[in-house]
């Protein structure tokens, strides 16, 4: 049997010649040792032996208490054993999942073989960078194995989630952000440092937070949740916890889940989120792919998440792979070289339904007509503001008060600048506007609605920039958000001068109410895209979708109105 030669069983890897067990998830406290990758608690238990980098240490205090006998060791430096005659070392190297996270790196007799437990080679911000070696044969963590797993950068969709943050605060709900206690909680704490946000912290989060920092890990000003409202903070909360007991004190909040798994379209659905941002400790496909060929292996065994699909890649490409999905005796077979790599095609996956607005897409039955109309300008009617340009009808206007609206905290600012604006409007004009800075393409009370599924936004947007689904699918989750999609699938190619007035997109809403199945929808909603600015574009669909989200809440569209008309209000 060759010296490297494992069993898999359900709860880790075996390599009895080394009586080494790894990562197990059932405790063992007979003579075997056992390494622990790291410490999130489908990767510990109670052993009596165990070896281990010092964070995980610490990490795996907190949570157990720690092991009669720990093994810590640096990165880097090989650790030498004996175990019945047979000498073998063992390496830890930064594995990139978590703060402490180590792959082992296994020689003896001339053979070699990693183990990764969790891994990414993203850099993060709070983990150290990974570190892959050569080595004969690989054991690797595959959760996110299918070519569909990409994640866009992480600074992207770091940007994302403090737009999330700041639109929730501006509109008065609490942003909770949903993320592991240990890891993911100190990584989104990180990420919001050059936000300038105030942070609470769970107590799971707060208590390994300090651990963090005890160990030489730095992170912006955070304060312990106490259970009670705190207007203007973000709280980061573990997904798994009672947060719904929490959400009932909290009044008004939105949250927001932080996992790989956003990348399915059903995501925040699962997690019954507001949104869902593909912020991950561990390897997309692509990355998984590049650990292969930088690990070189003869052979590989891949282990979790989609770990047969992900062996058949492999195969498909020339290695010698397989998956451990039951418990048998596997020898290395330290023969074949690596073939070169190449990446299989890319399915494409459906945007849907994180853009879709809960409305049903209705059968079709009648055609609609396309839409448009030039800009139309009308001198001021006086009034706290004057005209400036773009004149006040065209849309263009709208969009840009839109912007600084969303772009002020003060509620006062936004009624100002509100009511400046809707002073050089009256008659029709004034009250689509009044309508759509409340969210609506049409007056509440009117029980009308466009049945604009997020298919149809998600075909109109692909159709204007020539990409596919899975590249529209993309862009989204950096924003997690259909306004900001569009704003960056039209900023692509965009357009500089405004030709919709209010008149063609109050014409514009009549036309997609009245327009019966998406055949006939979706050539009125292409036209207006392609001759709109891309701030127009971005505040368009979030009217179609109803969620504008520019803090104009309780009250303040008709407080601004009364404002611009010089009439008294009183909430």
Wanted: charged share 25%; glycine share 8%; net charge neutral.
């Amino acid at each position: 049997m060759p010296v490297l030669a494992f069993q898999y069983h359900r709860g880790g890897v075996y390599l009895p010649q080394l009586e080494l067990w790894l990562d197990p998830h059932e405790p063992h406290s007979g003579a075997e040792k056992v390494f622990v990758s790291h410490a999130h608690s489908d990767h510990i238990a109670k052993h009596r032996e165990v070896i281990l980098s010092a964070p995980t240490s610490q990490f795996m205090q907190a949570r157990l208490g720690g092991a009669p006998e720990e093994r810590i060791l640096s990165f880097g430096q090989p650790a030498l054993f004996e175990t019945r005659g047979l000498r073998w070392q063992i390496t830890l190297l930064p594995a990139g999942h978590i703060f402490g996270s180590a792959m082992g790196l296994i020689e003896a007799e001339g053979e070699s073989l990693l183990y990764t437990g969790d891994f990414k080679l993203r850099r993060g911000l709070s983990a150290e960078p990974c570190e892959p070696r050569h080595a004969d044969g690989l054991i690797m963590e595959t959760t996110y194995g299918q070519a569909d797993y990409r994640f866009p950068p992480a600074s992207d969709v770091l940007k994302g989630v403090i737009r999330f943050c700041r639109e929730a605060i501006d509109n008065d709900e609490m942003p909770v952000l949903l993320g592991y206690s240990l890891g993911k909680s100190q990584e989104l704490l990180r990420g919001l440092a050059e936000a300038d946000l105030p942070v609470l912290l769970h107590e799971s989060v707060f208590r390994l937070t300090e651990i963090y920092e005890r160990l030489g890990q730095k992170f912006p000003p955070y304060r312990r949740f106490e259970g009670q409202r705190a207007s203007g903070r973000v709280l980061i909360w573990p997904p798994m916890s009672n947060l719904a007991a929490a959400l009932r004190k909290l009044g008004p909040a939105r949250t927001a889940v932080l996992t790989g798994w956003a990348v399915d379209p059903d995501c925040r659905f699962r997690y019954q989120a507001d949104a869902a941002f593909p912020l991950s400790d561990h390897a997309d496909f692509s990355e998984l792919v590049e650990f292969v060929r930088r690990v070189a292996p003869k052979r590989v065994y891949t282990l979790h998440g989609f770990a047969a699909d992900f062996a058949q890649t492999l195969r498909e490409t020339g290695y010698d792979a397989r998956a451990l999905s039951e418990e048998e005796q596997l020898a290395l077979t330290l023969t074949a070289k690596s073939p070169n790599f190449q990446v299989p095609p890319i399915r494409l996956e459906e945007l849907t339904p994180e853009l879709a607005t809960g409305e049903p897409t209705p059968d079709p039955s009648q055609e609609g007509n396309g839409t448009g109309a030039s800009e139309n300008a009308l001198p001021s009617r006086g009034g706290l503001g004057s005209v400036q340009s773009p004149p006040p009808r065209g849309f263009r206007k709208f969009a840009e008060n839109c912007a600084s609206i969303g772009g002020v905290s003060g509620k006062l600012e936004k009624v100002r600048l509100l009511a400046e604006y809707l002073a050089a409007l009256a008659g029709e004009p004034l009250a689509w506007v009044s309508a759509w800075f409340t969210g609506y393409p049409f007056p509440p009370s009117h029980n009308r609605v466009l049945q604009l599924g997020g298919a149809l936004i998600r075909d109109a947007l692909c159709a204007i920039a020539n990409i596919t689904h899975a590249e529209l699918r993309q862009i989204y989750l950096k924003h997690s958000d259909a306004g900001e999609t569009a704003f960056e699938v039209l900023s692509g190619n965009p357009i500089t001068t405004a030709t919709l007035s209010l008149e063609s997109i109050h014409r514009l809403c009549e036309q997609l109410h009245g327009a019966r199945g998406p055949s006939a929808k979706l050539p009125l909603l292409i036209d207006a895209l392609r001759r709109v600015t891309p701030l127009e574009g971005k505040f368009l669909i979030k009217i179609f979708t109803g969620d504008l989200r520019i803090g104009l809440k309780e009250g303040l569209v008709e407080e601004a109105i009364a404002r611009a008309f010089g009439v008294r209000w009183k909430r």
